[in-house]
C-alpha cells in the first residue's frame, strides 16, 4: 500500500495552496519541496502552448482579460498579471505572468513526474510535440499527459507513444450540470473500463469520492495492467483511505502540508 511521499503526491496546479495556481513560482515551489506537480495548458490563437486552466482568463486575471483560452494570441495575454488576483491580490506574487510550455519543462527532474493536462482537443498535440522535440530535460521518466478527452488522449499515444497518458474522469456524471451536483448519475466501473479502452489510456485519473472510488474500482482497472491515480484530496484522511484502497498517486492543492501532516502521525 503507498503512503503520502515525495513520490506519490501530486501538487495540484503546483503547490497552489501557498502561490498562485498553474504559475511558474507555483510550479517551482512544488519542485523545491520535492514534488512532482500538475500542470495545465491550452493552445493560443497563434498555436502558442500556454499554461492556464479556465475555458476563459477571466478569474486567474482578476477579470484583466476575458476572452477564452484558444481565441487569444500571446502577444495578447503574454503581460496579464496572473499572481494578484483574490487573495494573492497585493502579495509578493502580483506582476507574475503566464508562462508557455517551453518554459516549464526545464523543471523536469528525474525521481518525480509533471502531470501535464491537455485541456483542448487533439488539436494541440502536434504543437506539444513540436515543443518537446526541441528540448532535452521532460522524458518519459519524468513526464506524462492526462486528459478528459478520450481523442486527445489517443492523439498523445500515436504521436507520442513513449510517453504515458492517463485519461483524466469524474465521479459522476456533471458534463450537463453544476459541478459537485450529488444527484448527479455515478460514474460505474464498467464505464471506466470502457473509456480507458476507447482511449488508451495507460491508467486512469479519477475524482476522490468516498462513496464512488472504491477498492474494487481501482482492483478492476489494476487487474488490466493499468495504474489507478485519484484527485484533488486536500485532507490527509481522505488521502490515507484512497491509499489504502489502491490509488497510485493523489493529486492535492496542498502536498507539503498533507506530507507534514502525515509524517505526525507516523
Keep these: 500500500m503507498n503512503v503520502p511521499s515525495q513520490t506519490t503526491l501530486i501538487a495540484h496546479r503546483g503547490e497552489s495552496e501557498d502561490v498562485p495556481e498553474n504559475t511558474l513560482p507555483a510550479y517551482r515551489t512544488a519542485v523545491e519541496r520535492g514534488f512532482g506537480f500538475e500542470c495545465d495548458c491550452y493552445l493560443s490563437a497563434d498555436r502558442k502552448v500556454f499554461m492556464f486552466h479556465d475555458p476563459n482568463l477571466s478569474r486567474t486575471t482578476a477579470g484583466a482579460c476575458s476572452k477564452a483560452c484558444g481565441d487569444v494570441t500571446w502577444d495578447e495575454i503574454r503581460d496579464l498579471d496572473v499572481g494578484g488576483w483574490g487573495k494573492w491580490a497585493g502579495s509578493p506574487f502580483s506582476g507574475t505572468k503566464p508562462a508557455l510550455l517551453e518554459q516549464v519543462l526545464p523543471l523536469a527532474r528525474d525521481g518525480r513526474r509533471i502531470y501535464l493536462e491537455l485541456k483542448p482537443g487533439p488539436e494541440i498535440v502536434p504543437y506539444v510535440k513540436e ?6 530535460a521532460a522524458t518519459p521518466d519524468n513526464l506524462l499527459f492526462i486528459t478528459f478527452n478520450a481523442a486527445t488522449c489517443r492523439a498523445v499515444k500515436e504521436a507520442m507513444p513513449q510517453f504515458t497518458a492517463y485519461l483524466l474522469m ?54 488490466t495492467g ?39 502521525t507516523a
Design 226 to 264: 493499468r495504474t489507478f491515480h485519484v484527485w484533488t484530496v486536500d485532507n490527509l484522511p481522505d488521502a490515507l483511505e484512497a491509499f489504502r484502497r489502491g490509488a497510485d498517486t493523489v493529486t492535492t492543492n496542498c502536498a507539503l502540508r498533507l506530507l507534514n501532516e502525515f509524517a505526525r
Design 170 to 223: 469524474s465521479s459522476r456524471h456533471w458534463e450537463n450540470g453544476p459541478w459537485g451536483d450529488r444527484a448527479a448519475p455515478p460514474v460505474t466501473e464498467e464505464e471506466v473500463l470502457a473509456a480507458l479502452d476507447e482511449s488508451r489510456a495507460d491508467g486512469i485519473d479519477f475524482h476522490f469520492d468516498r462513496e464512488l472510488t472504491t477498492a474494487e474500482m481501482m482492483a478492476r482497472v489494476h487487474a
Design 131 to 136: 515543443v518537446f522535440d526541441a528540448q532535452r
